[in-house]
Each structure stands twice: as structure tokens, then as C-alpha cells.
């Protein structure tokens, strides 16, 4: 995982001071890198009869595309509010300077489907968590939650005790 470290810029006091942003785009222009990053991110799935992989806005939508057709899965995209056209669930979670929704269609999931839920970043984990409370909603089964990058003093993981969570890449400190 260093060879795909490498391709992550880090972009300090971004949005803010005090801040380092890990900046993926550096890595998806790479092609190879692209690649290498997809194939790890679906390789301890391959076997487990994901039918869904559920990516949440925005990047989580470019990785999760690319992880379910590696997947033969379908995509289901996680938006903020008012984004879907359909029917959808929503949920209102915590952020350290408030709060923010997110939404899925109603009809996205069907109960017992195994589901993969992936995004590009694990920080406190109340997107993934939130994310996951949707899914369980509408019957899915999550086999596990999986990240690029995890952003491990954070303690992300603690809100998703209740699931597998996988990530390629750990940022120990900021």
C-alpha cells in the first residue's frame, strides 16, 4: 500500500487551518494507480456474493462504480438530501460543526441483498455510520465497510463496531 500512498497529495490547512487534506485526485489520474487501488479495495470480497456496493458522495461514487463492476455488483449511490428524484430514506447525522443528511432511494436495496459499503475516507465515521443505518433500513446485509484511506486517530472505527471495516491506507497522525 506505500506504492499507493504515494500517489496521495496531502494538501496543508485545507479546508481549513490546521487541516491536511489527502487529496485522491493525484491518485485516480493515475491509471495504474487507479487500478491497483480498485483491485485491492474489492480483493477481500471477491468471494463473499456481494450483489450491491453502496458508494457515498462524492468519491465513494468513482471507487464504488469501479468496485462493482469488478464485483459483477450493481452501484447504489449515497447522496445528501435532496440530490435523488425518487422516494428515498434519509438520516441526519453529527458533524463536529453540526449536523448534515444524507439520502437513499427506498427502493435501492432489497431486504437480504449483500451489500459493500465503500467510500474514500474514514475520519470520524459518521458519514459510513449514517450510511449503514439507511442500508439495514431498507433490509440490506452489510458484509463490510471499506475505505481507501483511514484516518485512524480519528477513531472512525468506533462508530462502525458493528461491522467489518477494511482500509488500504492509515493516516496515524495529521
Known amino acids: 500500500m506505500d506504492e499507493l500512498k504515494r500517489h496521495i497529495r496531502s494538501v496543508p490547512d485545507f479546508p481549513k487551518n490546521g487541516i491536511v487534506f489527502r487529496d485522491i485526485t493525484t491518485l485516480l489520474k493515475d491509471g ?3 487500478r491497483d487501488a480498485v483491485d485491492a479495495l474489492v480483493a477481500p470480497f471477491a468471494d463473499e456474493g456481494i450483489e450491491l456496493v ?5 468519491r465513494g461514487f468513482i471507487l464504488g462504480g469501479a468496485a462493482a463492476c469488478k464485483l459483477g455488483a450493481g452501484f447504489v449511490p449515497v447522496r445528501k438530501s435532496g440530490k435523488l428524484p425518487a422516494q428515498t430514506v434519509e438520516k441526519t447525522y453529527e458533524l463536529e460543526y453540526g449536523t448534515d443528511a444524507l439520502a437513499i432511494h427506498r427502493d435501492a436495496v432489497r431486504p437480504g441483498q449483500r451489500v459493500l459499503m465503500l467510500d474514500d475516507l474514514l475520519a470520524t465515521g459518521g458519514t459510513m455510520a449514517a450510511s449503514c443505518q439507511m442500508v439495514e433500513e431498507l433490509g440490506g446485509e452489510i458484509a463490510a ?6 484516518l485512524s486517530f480519528l477513531n472512525g472505527r468506533d ?3 458493528r461491522y467489518r ?3 488500504l491506507i492509515d ?4
Open 171 to 174: 493516516y496515524e497522525s495529521e
Open 159 to 161: 462508530k462502525l463496531r
Open 145 to 150: 465497510c471499506a475505505f481507501l484511506i483511514e
Open 54 to 58: 453502496v458508494g457515498i458522495e462524492a
Open 165 to 167: 471495516v477494511v482500509s
Open 32 to 34: 495504474a494507480a487507479l
